[in-house]
């Protein structure tokens, strides 16, 4: 069979393209610094790539919800260590108020001091963060506590939740999920309240009220109230608000926590993603070099094979 110049020709192509083509494939790697540049490059691997793409959107989808919870509880922990120091306060004013030798100046100072603590305290209280009220439950649009009554003298009688008794939660880690917010009360439901607190239907901790009574019992000069009711509730309401603070450190410290795993399995996967999306440079820069070299021999060969007739053979 006669073979013609241009079907030996034709029959280079194909082998000339596939060359060039494998080269392209390279110089495109290296130049996106990626090797897998569409789902047909490597079906598996770009499948694999997919789901780790997914799990890192997650991940860093869970640290902002850490961050913003982080946010929250930090101001909520400083509320209630503010809340705390000033208790310590009232029971300091407490003890002085009970000294039956204190004349009437003092013990208005003291009244107008236990007054402002209320107000302080009830504002702390209704602390919010980016627009969201930290004590309210889930109400967050809800100021989480008010003062519904006044006296003849114009202070302060009751200060009421407006708040629910629903914690929020929020995915800290794929597929897991954490409470993180406090709740003002809990006398309608929910485990702990901050500042008035439930349990088995009795009211045991109502910072507010606590500090309403220790104000009237002074306004009246009752001594036996000071002393027998006032100074005993005031150390329980001091003892809650140390546990208040430990149960926030504790949410903190679980988000830390999750944080630093998230990070660890972020970074872990972020490998496991460059290891087969990646391209490696010194492996690419030497296949690339082989495929040159075929390239050019391939050429080489296939100019001498075309320049060859049977009059090579005569001699």
């Known amino acids: 069979m006669r073979v013609s110049d241009n079907q030996r020709y034709q029959g280079f192509i194909p082998q000339y393209q596939s060359l060039l083509a494998r080269q392209i494939d390279i110089q495109r790697q290296v130049a996106s610094g990626q090797k897998i540049l569409r789902a047909s490059d490597d079906t598996a691997?770009?499948?694999?790539?997919?789901?780790?793409?997914?799990?890192?959107?997650?991940?860093?989808?869970?640290?902002?919800?850490?961050?913003?919870?982080?946010?929250?509880?930090?101001?909520?922990?400083?509320?209630?260590?503010?809340?705390?120091?000033?208790?310590?306060?009232?029971?300091?004013?407490a003890v002085q108020a009970g000294n039956p030798t204190l004349d009437n100046t003092a013990r208005t100072n003291i009244s107008?001091?236990?007054e402002q603590i209320l107000k302080t305290i009830s504002g702390l209280g209704g602390q919010s963060h980016r627009g969201q009220m930290v004590f309210s439950g889930t109400l967050t649009n809800q100021a989480s506590f008010v003062t519904a009554d006044t006296n003849a003298d114009g202070k302060i009688d009751t200060v009421t939740y407006q708040g629910n008794y629903e914690t929020r939660a929020v995915e800290i880690s794929p597929g897991r999920t954490s409470d993180y917010s406090v709740l003002g009360s809990n006398q309608g439901g929910g485990e702990f309240g901050v500042f008035i607190d439930w349990q088995g239907g009795v009211e045991q901790t109502n910072v507010f009220k606590s500090i309403v009574d220790l104000r009237n019992a002074v306004d009246a000069n009752n001594l036996s109230a000071i002393s027998s009711a006032s100074i005993p509730q005031l150390e329980k309401d001091i003892s809650h608000l140390t546990v208040a603070m430990a149960r926030i450190g504790g949410v903190q410290s679980r988000m830390e926590t999750s944080v630093t795993l998230n990070e660890d399995v972020s970074e872990t996967t972020q490998l496991n993603l460059s290891k087969i999306r990646d391209t490696d440079i010194a492996e690419a820069t030497t296949r690339y070099a082989q495929l040159e070299t075929s390239y050019k021999a391939a050429l080489n060969m296939g100019a001498r094979i075309m320049q060859m007739s049977l009059l090579d053979y005569v001699r």
């Open 45 to 93: 691997g770009a499948a694999r790539a997919q789901l780790y793409i997914s799990e890192l959107s997650t991940l860093s989808q869970d640290l902002r919800n850490i961050d913003e919870a982080k946010g929250e509880t930090d101001i909520a922990a400083d509320a209630v260590q503010r809340s705390l120091d000033m208790m310590q306060r009232v029971r300091e004013l």
């Open 112 to 114: 107008q001091e236990l």
